[in-house]
């Protein structure tokens, strides 16, 4: 799940106070990963084929937040709760096959999830080093995760699957750590909803990692 349309850095249009925007930013993330969870349910009986045109519908979502952050704020927040509905029934499929087959995996994974998030979000949020450099190689990491994942579909690598997740929480330690970053300097509080997009693409891919990671061999 590539964060490329999620990044970018709007200009400062509105002086409201970091407080402030990491407050509505955070409520956005809330928002939509409550969208995500009735997006979920409601696709619990959808085929990947289906999975996949959702998905497709998630990324055209991001990329209309990005065109419509400038022009109007009810539209950004609108595209933001539509993707987290589609994304919701883009995973659908999976989160359903792991619901049958391993539960216990569904649950591990979330509570594996809150913790590298909080921990990593907090480092992000009160380091005062520049983290644009390791976002930018994080960035070209995710780009080569892409290829190696394509290449484990062909090719048996023994332990393939883990060190595909491994790697994967690597790189998305670097985002969440950057875009809480942000959320610490940006004092522009139109971009909300984008940040929230940022952070939430963040805490599903970490979600979806360690799914993989604890489902491993069931």
């Given at each position: ?36 969870a ?20 998630a ?17 950004t ?21 792991y ?29 005062r ?90």
């Open positions: 799940m590539s964060q490329s349309f999620a990044y970018g850095r709007p200009g400062v249009a509105a002086r409201d106070g970091t407080p402030a925007l990491f407050a509505q930013t955070m409520g956005y993330v809330a928002v939509t990963a409550a969208l995500f009735l997006g979920a349910y409601l696709g619990r009986g959808l085929s990947y084929g289906l999975g996949i045109v959702w998905f497709i519908a990324i055209a979502c991001l990329i209309g937040m990005r065109f419509a952050v400038r022009r109007s704020r009810q539209l927040i609108a595209l933001l709760a539509a993707f987290g509905v589609a994304i919701g029934l883009a995973v659908a499929p999976t989160l359903a096959y619901a049958n087959v391993n539960p216990h995996a569904l649950w591990q994974a979330g509570g594996a999830t809150a913790l590298f998030i909080g921990g990593f979000g907090a480092a992000g949020y009160a380091t080093r520049d983290l644009s450099a390791i976002a930018r190689i994080c960035f070209w990491a995710l780009l080569a995760l892409i290829v190696f994942g394509i290449v484990l579909i062909f090719v048996q690598i023994p332990n393939g699957s883990l060190i595909y997740s491994v790697l994967g929480l690597v790189i998305f330690a670097g985002f969440t750590m950057f875009d809480f970053q942000r959320l610490r300097r940006s004092q522009d509080i139109s971009s909300a909803p984008l940040l929230a997009a940022s952070i939430f693409l963040d805490v599903l891919n970490v979600f979806l990692f360690f799914l993989r990671i604890f489902s491993r061999g069931r």
